[in-house]
T-cell receptor, first 116, second 108 residues
Framework: DTAVSQTPKYLVTQMGNDKSIKCEQNLGHDTMYWYKQDSKKFLKIMFSYNNKELIINETVPNRFSPKSPDKAHLNLHINSLELGDSAVYFC???????????????FGSGTQLSVL | KQEVTQIPAALSVPEGENLVLNCSFTDSAIYNLQWFRQDPGKGLTSLLLIQSSQREQTSGRLNASLDKSSGRSTLYIAASQPGDSATYLCAVPGNLFFGTGTRLTVIP
């Protein structure tokens, strides 16, 4: 009964390829997020969706495109992968919109992306 | 833009010791602050969330305090155990700006 699940756990690919990471939450939350954690363990928000609507879009290359088919899913598509994209990507969810939430954040276990 | 700093970056203590982890932030206009725990190869687990109107929250051996005016929060861990070994991160507000964490090792 994993609350926030993301797949795959590991992703190894060549530069220039296109890849996707899937995320699903079964908590009934309205808001989902994608974060990137770099090699120095610095965690940075990339996107946030509330009820399928994009509410946060930080300075992220447009090669990264989130897609939310419904409020329980937020997938991350990455085109033309570069070496610098290597990192751990975390999906998360919370009950309310990011700016006003007083609800805890629930994380997936992460996807370690390695671009060769 | 909010900047979050956690000092020290790493901390080793013997089992049973009480300890304090620190979190500093530059913009005091926050809705809340959240403390997380991250185990190697895992996602973050929320430990405590303090709303801006609160000064502290407690859960078991953990106590988190918030002083908005000074831009500081502390996480107090009582009677530390080897199972407490992990990286502890704070975020303000709880979903946006994360510190780089304090890696805690509790030595049996």
């Amino acid at each position: 009964d994993t609350a926030v699940s993301q797949t795959p756990k590991y992703l190894v690919t060549q530069m220039g390829n296109d890849k996707s990471i899937k995320c699903e939450q079964n908590l009934g939350h309205d808001t989902m997020y994608w974060y990137k954690q770099d090699s120095k363990k610095f965690l940075k928000i990339m996107f946030s969706y509330n009820n399928k609507e994009l509410i946060i879009n930080e300075t992220v290359p447009n090669r990264f495109s989130p897609k939310s088919p419904d409020k329980a899913h937020l997938n991350l598509h990455i085109n033309s992968l570069e070496l610098g994209d290597s990192a751990v990507y975390f999906c998360a969810s919370s009950q309310e919109r990011q700016a006003r939430t007083n609800e805890k954040l629930f994380f997936g276990s992460g996807t370690q992306l390695s671009v060769l | 833009k909010q900047e979050v700093t956690q000092i020290p970056a790493a901390l080793s203590v013997p089992e049973g010791e009480n300890l304090v982890l620190n979190c500093s932030f530059t913009d005091s206009a926050i809705y809340n602050l959240q403390w997380f725990r991250q185990d190697p190869g895992k996602g973050l687990t929320s430990l405590l969330l303090i709303q801006s109107s609160q000064r502290e929250q407690t859960s078991g051996r953990l106590n988190a305090s918030l002083d908005k005016s000074s831009g500081r929060s502390t996480l107090y861990i009582a009677a530390s155990q080897p199972g407490d070994s992990a990286t502890y991160l704070c975020a303000v507000p709880g979903n946006l700006f994360f510190g780089t964490g304090t890696r805690l090792t509790v030595i049996p």
